[in-house]
């Protein structure tokens, strides 16, 4: 069968999910890009059917004409694969118009815009965060009104945790509105402030059902971090997938993934376990997750993840087996925005938990700093047991530091 995969940039975890899809047995595999086809590895480039570039890699216009290029070539798609959270909207424009199975325009709109998101779950008793799209001050002040601080401001598109942040009282509020004047072209999505542990809930669909799910433990939350540039943080994967938190939470999220409409596909849902012990889901994504999730995935199973969320979406295959291990990923940090100066606390590191590294990518000096929460670099730890996994991440965070240059030098 003809796949194509709509990659607008060759991000290294871009590269695995096309190399994973490109060794599905059966399928012929195009890829559609902003990058030109030079800056794929040879390896991968082998592999494929065809590549066609386009001026911009999230316009459903431009994605639609090289589709048609690569059809004249190749032969007409049977489905068209994406990762990426903006191409999601645009992809699921192409197939409609090309009549291409997969997830189409109006369920791709309820996971991409989350104040839509939000209002469908609420409509449907489902718990999550009261919210408001604001497309002016007014409507804003009065939402923080009728919530109280703190209430967290995010933008309605928004993808991993970008221009997101806290407000903590009528200051902090004034000043957003001073900087961030919403307005109808550019609303913001304010949020009551949720507490408790925030945990993630991957699943893989097929009809509707749940065929696999899994679920990890932020610690702390992402929104912590963004606020702390110093704050080193971890996921931890249980080797266990059963247990309290997912009897919590997978009724929920499976109510969740059907009314806003996905029937087949991997969904990443962010959610909270209260203090009271309800769960409250923060949003959703009908993609697989970033921040390394699918390599402690394939760490955690002795599988590969990559290849399997796409023979899930070409294929309506996946069977993952039996997880094996706890899995856990600490994503390093260094404060400020200065280039990296110095790692601190590697050779103590290595010495304690070298034994249980199973992937690392390090910060180097002279290394800019990163925008994301994600952080300057990351390292995966691997055990039988939970609680290795989880002491082991706090002792990481804790002896390894990121030491920058003051910002200019």
């Given at each position: 069968?003809h796949?194509?995969?709509?990659?607008?940039f060759?991000?290294?975890?871009?590269?695995?999910f096309i190399?994973?899809?490109?060794?599905?047995?059966?399928v012929?595999?195009?890829?559609?890009?902003?990058?030109?086809?030079?800056r794929?590895?040879?390896?991968?480039?082998?592999?494929?059917s065809?590549?066609?570039?386009?001026?911009?890699g999230?316009n459903?216009?431009h994605?639609?004409?090289?589709?048609?290029?690569?059809?004249?070539?190749?032969?007409?798609?049977?489905?068209?694969?994406?990762?990426?959270?903006?191409?999601?909207?645009?992809?699921?424009?192409?197939?409609?118009?090309?009549?291409?199975?997969?997830?189409?325009?109006?369920?791709?709109?309820?996971?991409?815009?989350?104040a839509?998101?939000?209002?469908?779950?609420?409509?449907?008793?489902?718990?999550c965060?009261?919210?408001?799209?604001?497309?002016?001050?007014?409507?804003?002040?009065?939402?923080?009104?009728q919530?109280?601080?703190?209430?967290v401001?995010?933008?309605?598109?928004?993808?991993?945790?970008?221009?997101?942040?806290?407000?903590?009282?009528?200051?902090?509020?004034?000043k957003?509105?001073?900087?961030?004047?919403?307005?109808?072209?550019?609303?913001?999505?304010?949020?009551?402030?949720?507490?408790?542990?925030?945990?993630?809930?991957?699943s893989?669909?097929?009809?509707?059902?749940?065929?696999?799910?899994?679920w990890?433990?932020?610690m702390?939350?992402?929104?912590?971090?963004?606020?702390?540039?110093?704050?080193?943080?971890?996921?931890?994967?249980?080797?266990?997938?059963?247990?309290d938190?997912?009897?919590?939470?997978?009724?929920?999220?499976?109510?969740?993934l059907?009314?806003?409409?996905?029937?087949?596909?991997?969904?990443h849902?962010?959610?909270?376990?209260?203090?009271?012990g309800?769960?409250?889901?923060s949003?959703?994504?009908?993609r697989?997750p970033?921040?390394?999730?699918m390599s402690?995935?394939?760490?955690?199973?002795?599988?590969?993840?990559?290849?399997?969320?796409?023979?899930?979406?070409?294929?309506?295959?996946?069977?993952?087996?039996?997880?094996?291990?706890?899995?856990?990923?600490?994503?390093?940090?260094?404060?400020?925005r200065?280039?990296?100066?110095?790692?601190?606390?590697?050779?103590?590191?290595?010495?304690?938990?070298?034994?249980?590294?199973?992937?690392?990518h390090?910060?180097?000096?002279g290394?800019?700093?990163?925008?994301?929460?994600?952080?300057?670099?990351?390292v995966?730890?691997?055990?039988?047991?939970?609680?290795?996994?989880?002491?082991?991440?706090?002792?990481?965070?804790?002896?390894?530091?990121?030491?920058r240059?003051?910002?200019g030098?």
């Amino acid at each position: 069968m003809h796949v194509v995969f709509v990659a607008p940039f060759f991000m290294s975890a871009t590269l695995r999910f096309i190399k994973g899809a490109a060794e599905l047995p059966g399928v012929r595999l195009s890829l559609v890009s902003q990058d030109p086809l030079d800056r794929l590895p040879p390896s991968l480039r082998a592999r494929l059917s065809a590549h066609q570039q386009v001026p911009d890699g999230l316009n459903p216009a431009h994605i639609a004409i090289a589709i048609e290029k690569l059809a004249s070539r190749t032969g007409q798609p049977e489905r068209i694969l994406a990762t990426l959270e903006q191409a999601q909207v645009p992809v699921a424009q192409v197939r409609e118009a090309l009549g291409v199975a997969g997830l189409g325009v109006e369920a791709s709109r309820n996971f991409r815009d989350k104040a839509r998101m939000k209002s469908i779950l609420r409509g449907a008793g489902i718990a999550c965060a009261r919210h408001r799209l604001a497309g002016d001050a007014r409507t804003a002040r009065d939402f923080v009104e009728q919530v109280g601080f703190p209430v967290v401001v995010k933008p309605p598109a928004g993808a991993g945790a970008k221009a997101t942040f806290k407000l903590e009282n009528i200051a902090d509020f004034e000043k957003y509105i001073a900087a961030y004047p919403p307005n109808p072209a550019n609303p913001g999505l304010l949020e009551e402030f949720m507490t408790g542990s925030e945990h993630s809930y991957e699943s893989a669909l097929l009809g509707g059902e749940t065929c696999w799910s899994s679920w990890s433990a932020y610690m702390p939350s992402p929104l912590q971090v963004l606020e702390n540039d110093w704050m080193q943080w971890c996921v931890l994967l249980p080797r266990s997938t059963a247990g309290d938190e997912h009897l919590a939470i997978a009724p929920s999220a499976l109510a969740a993934l059907r009314v806003l409409g996905l029937e087949n596909g991997f969904s990443h849902l962010e959610w909270f376990r209260r203090e009271d012990g309800s769960v409250a889901i923060s949003e959703v994504g009908a993609r697989p997750p970033g921040a390394q999730f699918m390599s402690l995935l394939s760490h955690a199973h002795d599988w590969d993840f990559y290849r399997g969320w796409a023979g899930l979406m070409a294929l309506d295959e996946f069977a993952p087996p039996e997880r094996k291990y706890a899995c856990g990923a600490a994503y390093i940090r260094g404060q400020g925005r200065g280039p990296v100066k110095a790692i601190h606390g590697l050779d103590r590191a290595q010495a304690r938990l070298g034994d249980l590294v199973v992937e690392a990518h390090l910060p180097k000096p002279g290394q800019a700093a990163s925008d994301s929460y994600e952080g300057d670099g990351f390292v995966i730890l691997r055990h039988p047991d939970t609680a290795v996994i989880r002491d082991a991440l706090q002792e990481l965070v804790s002896t390894v530091q990121v030491e920058r240059a003051p910002a200019g030098h």
